[in-house]
């Protein structure tokens, strides 16, 4: 069971990893370390993995690279068999997934200006050379997810899988509930909102007298993760935003600028700096409206409300939470919080230790089918404020595993073992009918004896 839940995380490491140091320049004369099928790996590929290993804050070792050499094999085998497969990757998923991680990198690094400073490249260019092998991930990503398709685990598995562990190694489980919220946010009327269009109104009309919308944006943007850019973006695609944000980014040509328009987040005016095929690259100047007591007065008595109708029996929770609830995560989920690690999917039961601080002091004494009054509730870090009401829907003490009380985790870690057992099997007999050659150098790595089996043989 070890060997196969080794390669399960080998697989799950190989599709969430995520680059995040400076692009490694190659060398002149690069050397081949591997070679699957016609595919070939190069050192500088494996130097940069190793690089990324070392910028996480991880200890030298010289063996971690016999992993990552590992991790490298299996997508090549991957991408080889999708070709066979004729499986292919739109080129706009690509293109998310590049957004996704520059946008992650651009907060970890605090803006674009210093990331750039640190690849010592534009986004652009890091972007264009990150995309083949992002690309290639996807690829093998989805083949991944055919070969396993049909993987399914039965209640017997499951019993079989939980029997495996000595009774006296069975984990210890902490506390855990499970919590719904109602969120409730203030709504502001035209009247109330006016002042912050004309705010950026005045703003509109000053780039179109001639000053300069970087430096308007970096002056009085409310939007923190560009401000700092002068409002710049870089370049998005269809999917990246809102719908109201999106129609004006594809809509306008280079150089022009749009009225005010409103999203979820406020107001907004967006210049087009470029267009390139379905990717505009954009920067925008937001200003949000801001809660005034009588907003907050009228959201306070629609929360008093709808508690009195949850206490009556007029209203059940969940229904409630579809009706009234602004979090759009929860609100047709019955109102209920969902909670994910590593190990197990997505579950409305939620570790104690995980949850929000505000919250626990809420639920803490609360019993379970208990719904709590009203509370006051005000994020910092969003700017979002109003009222939340919690339901306590069940409560499970600390425990030692069982089948009866964790049979979901156990399905889980039953199915990913299923998974990965497939897996296996798929790459052995893949391994058996595809050229593979490992470099001498790293024959020796406990990771790779499999793998240059073929090759010894051959020799």
């Not at 780039?207 to 943007?221: I, R």
């Not at 022009?256 to 107001?267: A, H, I, K, L, N």
């Not at 990965?420 to 052995?428: D, G, P, T, Y």
């Not at 893949?430 to 490992?438: A, S």
């Amino acid at each position: 069971m070890k060997k196969i839940l080794s390669i399960a995380s080998l697989l799950i490491c190989l599709f969430l990893n995520v680059e995040d140091v400076k692009a490694q320049p190659k060398p002149n004369l690069d050397k081949v370390v591997a070679v699957v099928g016609s595919n070939i790996i190069l050192l500088s590929d494996l130097n940069q993995q190793y690089a990324i290993y070392l910028n996480q804050g991880n200890p030298a070792d010289p063996k971690a690279k016999c992993y990552f050499l590992q991790q490298m094999l299996v997508q090549k085998l991957l991408k080889q068999q999708a070709e066979i497969d004729s499986i292919v990757v739109e080129e706009s998923q690509v293109d998310d997934e590049l957004d996704k991680r520059m946008r992650y990198q651009t907060q970890r690094m605090g803006g674009q200006e210093r990331l750039e400073q640190f690849l010592q490249k534009s986004l652009l260019q890091y972007k264009d050379e990150m995309r083949p092998d992002v690309k290639e991930g996807l690829i093998a990503q989805k083949m991944q997810a055919k070969i396993t398709e049909n993987t399914m685990v039965t209640p017997l598995e499951v019993k079989k899988y939980f029997d495996t562990y000595p009774k006296d190694s069975l984990p210890d489980i902490g506390a855990e509930v499970e919590v719904g919220e109602i969120v409730l946010q203030p709504k502001l009327t035209k009247a109330e909102k006016q002042r912050f269009y004309d705010k950026l109104e005045a703003i509109r009309l000053r780039v179109k007298s001639g000053e300069d919308f970087g430096f308007l944006a970096k002056t009085y943007s409310e939007d923190p993760g560009s401000a700092s850019e002068g409002g710049d973006y870089g370049f998005i695609d269809r999917q990246t935003m809102v719908k109201e944000f999106t129609a004006w980014a594809f809509k306008l040509k280079a150089g022009e600028m749009s009225p005010v328009f409103e999203t979820e987040y406020g107001y907004h005016i967006l210049q087009v700096i470029e267009r390139r095929g379905e990717q505009s690259h954009v920067r925008h100047i937001l200003v949000r409206p801001q809660n005034t007591p009588q907003s907050l007065e009228r959201v306070k008595l629609k929360a008093d409300s709808i508690y009195s109708d949850l206490l009556s029996k007029k209203l059940p929770f969940a229904t409630a939470a579809s009706l009234y609830s602004d979090n759009k995560e929860t609100q047709y989920n019955g109102g209920m919080m969902l909670y994910a690690d590593n190990q197990t999917a997505r579950t409305t039961l939620m570790p104690v230790e995980k949850l929000d601080p505000a919250v626990f002091v809420v639920i803490d004494t609360m019993k379970v089918g208990e719904i709590s009054k009203p509370v006051r509730f005000n994020d910092e870090r969003s700017g979002k404020e109003g009222y939340k009401i919690f339901f306590l829907k069940s409560k499970i003490a600390p425990h030692k595993a069982s089948l009866e009380q964790d049979y979901p985790k156990f399905k889980d870690l039953a199915q990913r073992e299923k998974e990965a057992k497939v897996m296996s099997e798929w790459f052995e007999k893949r391994k058996e009918t595809t050229y593979i050659r490992v470099d001498d150098e790293f024959q020796t790595c406990d990771e790779l004896k499999l793998w240059v089996k073929k090759d010894k043989d051959s020799k």
